[in-house]
């Protein structure tokens, strides 16, 4: 055992190491209050801190809504994008079904031009047939020209013949082959004969 040279005994004797075993008090409530308290103090973020923090905060939250207003116009562009393909594609195939069933009525004038002939020739046995149709072709969309006394327009008819009269304007005098039009265009013009 060590000793100090005042004769006390030291922290490496035994009655040193027991007193350090020794139970310890409680401590009072009014440490462990004043302790929380510390940590407390220590814990809670300072003016400076709360105000950095806010406006990260409001910083991300611009930025959030930036990048939803950019989302929704990107949304909105794409949206509309889409409806004019729509449109696009829906009118594309009504030409192109158009076009299509033209080209059926198209090869069926050769057939048209010969009922037409017969029914000249053969009215009553023929004439129900062509008529027939002729109301169906129509319901379609055939429209036959009537340009019989009409003003000559290049646009419906082709002169295969003319006759010179007084030099006024020129008109068909005579239809020589039916002339047609599908859906508003002019699918096969009428071979006429004009005068003036």
């Known amino acids: 055992m060590t000793q100090h040279h005042d004769g006390?005994?030291?922290?490496?004797?035994?009655?040193?190491?027991?007193?350090?075993d020794a139970p310890q008090p409680p401590a009072s409530d009014s440490d462990v209050d004043a302790g929380e308290a510390g940590a407390e103090h220590d814990a809670a973020p300072t003016d400076e801190e709360t105000s950095g923090e806010d406006a990260a905060v409001a910083e991300s939250i611009d930025e959030?809504?930036?990048?939803?207003?950019?989302?929704?116009?990107?949304?909105?562009?794409?949206q509309a994008d889409f409806i004019n393909f729509r449109k696009r594609s829906a009118t594309q195939s009504a030409v192109d079904i158009d076009r299509?069933?033209?080209?059926?009525?198209?090869?069926?004038?050769?057939?048209?031009?010969?009922?037409?002939?017969?029914?000249?020739?053969?009215p009553d046995e023929v004439g129900p047939l062509l008529n027939s149709m002729l109301a169906e072709l129509r319901r379609h969309?055939?429209?036959?020209?009537d340009l019989d006394g009409a003003p000559f327009d290049p646009e419906v008819a082709e002169a295969v013949a003319h006759e010179s009269g007084a030099g006024g304007d020129v008109v068909?005098?005579?239809?020589?082959?039916?002339?047609?039009?599908?859906k508003g265009t002019t699918l096969r013009p009428a071979m006429v004969r004009t005068k003036d």
């Open 8 to 20: 006390t005994p030291g922290a490496d004797t035994p009655d040193a190491a027991l007193a350090s």
């Open 64 to 78: 959030v809504r930036a990048e939803r207003d950019a989302l929704r116009d990107t949304l909105q562009r794409v």
């Open 100 to 122: 299509a069933t033209g080209r059926i009525v198209e090869a069926l004038l050769p057939v048209l031009d010969a009922a037409e002939a017969a029914y000249i020739r053969h």
């Open 141 to 145: 969309g055939l429209e036959p020209l």
């Open 172 to 182: 068909v005098a005579e239809v020589l082959r039916s002339g047609y039009r599908w």
